[in-house]
């Protein structure tokens, strides 16, 4: 079954606004990581946050982290026309000795629409 | 930083034919190398993963194989492709945390 699951599917809003996507998973984690993907293009990492980490920033991106939920959500603040993409959380399992090898399970994705 | 090269990035290839597709890394060593597949722009299934030359891991059974040939050389093949085999190729690398993502080969299979 998936591990990340991202609600809403889709989101649309306008230039300016805020946009919110949430990630769901099922088993415990070492990570929680988020990817933007343009269409038709290959995937950018965005921002990692660890297990024990609770809320991270970078630039206009939050990241917030519960594990007690088993949730992750990402706020693009001020979005802009160029924010349109789809946007993906991926989860790493982690494991003794790092057995997972850094594999990822990723959601099915939020795609996102800002209108100019 | 890393960089990766994939190519081709558009492929048409008929039911039975064989393929190969190369993923090459620059800006690291040792990475663990993975290929991915990706359904109608939604999320991405993993498909073979590589902590080091000539280690190869499946994750799913399929009709694809992977090898390793050397540090920064991932590829991926097929003797003979099926309809199902469609999809959107991505080759990542992560030395360390945080993937880089090559950008993909679509490949359509008439």
């Known amino acids: 079954s998936q591990q990340g699951e991202e609600d809403p599917q889709a989101l649309s809003i306008q230039e300016g606004e805020n946009a919110t996507m949430n990630c769901s998973y099922k088993t415990s984690i070492n990570n929680l990581q988020w990817y933007r993907q343009n269409s038709g293009r290959g995937l950018v990492h965005l921002i990692l946050?660890?297990?024990?980490?609770r809320e991270k920033h970078s630039g206009r991106l939050r990241v917030t982290l519960d594990t007690s939920k088993k949730s992750s959500s990402l706020l693009i603040t001020a979005s802009r026309a160029a924010d349109t993409a789809s946007y993906f959380c991926?989860?790493?399992?982690?494991?003794?000795?790092?057995?997972?090898?850094?594999?990822?399970?990723f959601g099915q994705g939020t795609i996102l629409t800002v209108h100019p | 930083s890393q960089t990766i090269h994939q190519w081709p990035a558009t492929l048409v290839q008929p039911v039975g034919s064989p393929l190969s597709l190369e993923c090459t890394v620059e800006g690291t060593s040792n990475p663990n190398l993975y290929w991915y597949r990706q359904a109608a722009g939604r999320g991405l299934q993993l498909l073979f993963y590589s902590v080091g030359i000539g280690q190869i891991s499946s994750e799913v059974p399929q009709n694809l194989s992977a090898s390793r040939p050397q540090d920064r050389q991932f590829i991926l093949s097929s003797k003979k492709l099926l309809l199902s085999d469609s999809g959107f190729y991505l080759c990542a690398s992560q030395p360390y945390y945080g993937y880089t993502f090559g950008s993909g080969t679509r490949l359509t299979v008439v």
């Open positions: 946050i660890r297990s024990n980490e």
């Open positions: 991926a989860t790493d399992a982690g494991g003794a000795g790092g057995t997972s090898y850094g594999k990822l399970t």
